[in-house]
């Protein structure tokens, strides 16, 4: 946790011409993303200097939506909802599942919702095996399916569908978001018209019978999974937090369908097979992001339906801050270099 003891602990330089000091007349739209995001850099930071307070990512912006239009009366509506998501598991302990960071902001009933606009939420749930593995396991991702009664427009603001949050001390990283649309009533059909969406897209136009599914992310996890008391692990495939096939691939634990229990010769057994299939350096990994930038690029398209984002450096800088020095070097390097260099095994 971090609070007002910090502040004689640090130095924050911010050289002009980034995102957290911006010239004039850059865009500043969508903030809260940002917000989230330094949270989770801040952290990494302190666990950096001292893995006591090492924490893995999780939860970092404020994903929301708005639905407008008008209904059949020819009132206007205007719907603007908060997602939550999965925070990150902390030295304390597991992350909430569906949780926010923001802690005066709640979760608006479902039925307010459907009683105020011409919408059914038609799930509503937390996503199983989406917060990352680990002794302390990452806060699932939310996943919700908004089915629309009147045509409109909607809009989406997200984060984290391209990168995922990492896990720490031997955590895995947790789960992507993702925004889908079923489109002409065929949710839940044999033939489902489904289009990927961007994380961040205004103007979809949606009709009667169009279901938004929208997914958060999950928390990365700290710590070995295969150290995760088995019961525990049991406990959550009974409450489906995790499944009976995610607890035999990230936890090595065998749960005995119906029952819940613990299958505690299988479990012995699997654990050591996977523990002895590690890498030899896996233990001096300290930041898992889930793979490189680049070979996060090469699966993007597989893994989530869109082409990989073009790096910024290969473009060329347009706008009042291409001039400042810290814009020139920084182009300068990362064209020399060919991008991030992610040391995920410090050593301090």
């Avoid at 200097?49 to 509506?77: C, I, M, Q, W």
């Avoid at 233990?283 to 869109?306: A, H, P, Q």
């Amino acid at each position: 946790m971090v609070n007002d003891g910090f502040h004689d602990l640090i130095e924050v330089r911010i050289p002009e011409g980034t995102i957290l000091r911006p010239v004039r007349p850059a865009a500043l739209s969508c903030r809260t993303h940002l917000l989230g995001r330094v949270m989770d850099v801040l952290q990494a930071l302190f666990g950096q200097r001292n893995p006591v307070y090492r924490t893995a990512a999780g939860f970092s912006d404020s994903p929301h939506l708005f639905y407008s239009g008008f209904k059949p009366s020819g009132e206007f509506f205007l719907l603007y909802q908060i997602g939550f998501g999965g925070v990150p598991a902390r030295p304390a302990g597991d992350g909430p599942d569906c949780h926010c960071l923001f802690p005066a902001i709640k979760s608006v009933p479902t039925e307010n919702i459907e009683l105020y606009f011409p919408l059914i939420v038609e799930a509503n749930e937390s996503v199983a095996d989406s917060g990352g593995p680990g002794f302390y396991r990452g806060g699932n991702a939310q996943r919700t399916m908004y089915r629309f009664l009147c045509e409109g427009e909607v809009s989406t603001h997200d984060d984290r569908w391209f990168t995922k949050p990492w896990g720490v001390n031997g955590g895995e990283p947790g789960t992507r978001s993702l925004k889908a649309i079923y489109r002409n009533d065929t949710y839940g059909t044999d033939k489902p018209q489904r289009e990927v969406l961007q994380s961040k897209q205004d103007h979809i136009h949606v009709k009667p019978g169009d279901v938004l599914e929208w997914v958060t992310w999950g928390g990365g996890g700290l710590g070995d999974p295969l150290t995760r008391p088995p019961e525990v692990v049991a406990k959550e495939v009974h409450r489906r937090l995790v499944t009976y096939e995610g607890a035999k691939r990230n936890y090595g634990v065998v749960v005995t369908p119906g029952e819940f229990g613990v299958d505690g010769e299988a479990t012995e057994k699997l654990r050591k097979e996977m523990q002895a299939a590690r890498a030899k350096d896996w233990v001096d990994v300290t930041y898992n992001r889930g793979g490189s930038i680049e070979e996060l690029r090469k699966t993007c398209k597989e893994e989530t339906g869109m082409e990989a984002p073009r790096p910024l450096w290969e473009t060329e800088p347009y706008g009042p801050h291409t001039g400042l020095p810290y814009v020139k070097e920084w182009y300068a390097k990362m064209r020399e270099r060919g991008g991030w260099v992610l040391d995920d095994k410090i050593d301090l």
